[in-house]
């Protein structure tokens, strides 16, 4: 009744509004929007970690700010919008918010299982850290303590995606600015056992196959689409 009331008045600044929707919304929608993804997902087979990892992982709050109940109504199945989630939500130019399946997928097939205790994993064009978040969850449930890598290129996309990593306590994940492409730069002789590659390259650039693991393997779309679909290649 109250947010009726302030949503009719005429003098209500529009941003405030959306704010107080958020708020009110917040506890309600995550848990719903949680489950009801976690339920979509084991109906399509994806492995029971995956599940488990974008159940844990927060998607709204790696969103920005105003994108926030979008990505909420999407999850639950508030017209128009559809539960899968698979709206792709803009971050920065050229930098999105995947949707939730290809993080799924893309969780999959980096086949966690098999990852080495204590292994490392980078992942090139980290964005808002959402995927990062999954692939910790998904480890995390699978009992296998991992260092995770990230690089982006946009520092102000990195500077948001380090805080919300931190606030939501993601201590195992170590983010930096850069060009993905030449490698973890801060110490080249790093090895890594999984290298994921979110943008499309003609070729695997050579510093980063320079720094897999004996055994490890580097995950990456390849080339560009052909009649509308990309292929990925590992």
């Known amino acids: 009744?109250?947010?009726?009331?302030?949503?009719?008045?005429?003098?209500?600044?529009?941003?405030?509004?959306h704010f107080l929707h958020y708020v009110a919304l917040l506890p309600y929608?995550?848990?719903?929007?949680?489950?009801?993804?976690?339920?979509?997902?084991?109906?399509?087979?994806?492995?029971p970690s995956t599940i488990a990892a974008m159940r844990a992982a927060p998607r709204m709050i790696f969103a920005p700010?105003?994108?926030?109940?979008?990505?909420?109504?999407?999850?639950?199945?508030?017209?128009?919008?559809?539960a899968d989630?698979?709206?792709?939500?803009p971050v920065a130019e050229d930098i999105t918010l995947s949707a939730t399946g290809m993080v799924?997928?893309?969780?999959?097939?980096?086949?966690?299982?098999?990852?080495?205790?204590?292994?490392?994993?980078?992942?090139?064009?980290?964005?808002?850290g959402y995927q990062a978040s999954v692939i910790a969850e998904a480890l995390k449930d699978l009992g296998i303590r991992v260092q995770i890598y990230g690089i982006e290129y946009n520092s102000d996309v990195a500077g948001k995606a380090l805080s919300t990593l931190s606030q939501l306590g993601y201590d195992n994940i170590i983010l930096a600015p850069g060009n993905g492409r030449l490698g973890w730069v801060g110490d080249p002789a790093k090895k890594f056992h999984r290298i994921l590659l979110t943008a499309a390259d003609w070729t695997p650039p050579s510093p980063l196959l320079a720094q897999l693991e004996v055994g490890g393997f580097l995950l990456m779309p390849m080339g560009p689409p052909k009649n509308g679909i990309q292929e990925l290649w590992k």
């Open 1 to 17: 009744f109250a947010f009726r009331a302030l949503a009719s008045s005429p003098s209500m600044n529009p941003e405030l509004l």
């Open 65 to 82: 700010f105003k994108q926030r109940l979008l990505v909420s109504r999407d999850n639950v199945s508030f017209p128009p919008y559809t």
């Open 104 to 128: 799924a997928w893309l969780t999959d097939l980096l086949e966690l299982e098999s990852f080495p205790n204590n292994g490392r994993l980078l992942e090139i064009g980290i964005g808002t």
């Open 85 to 89: 989630s698979e709206t792709v939500i």
């Open 29 to 47: 929608v995550l848990p719903a929007l949680q489950t009801q993804l976690a339920n979509q997902l084991a109906l399509a087979n994806y492995k």
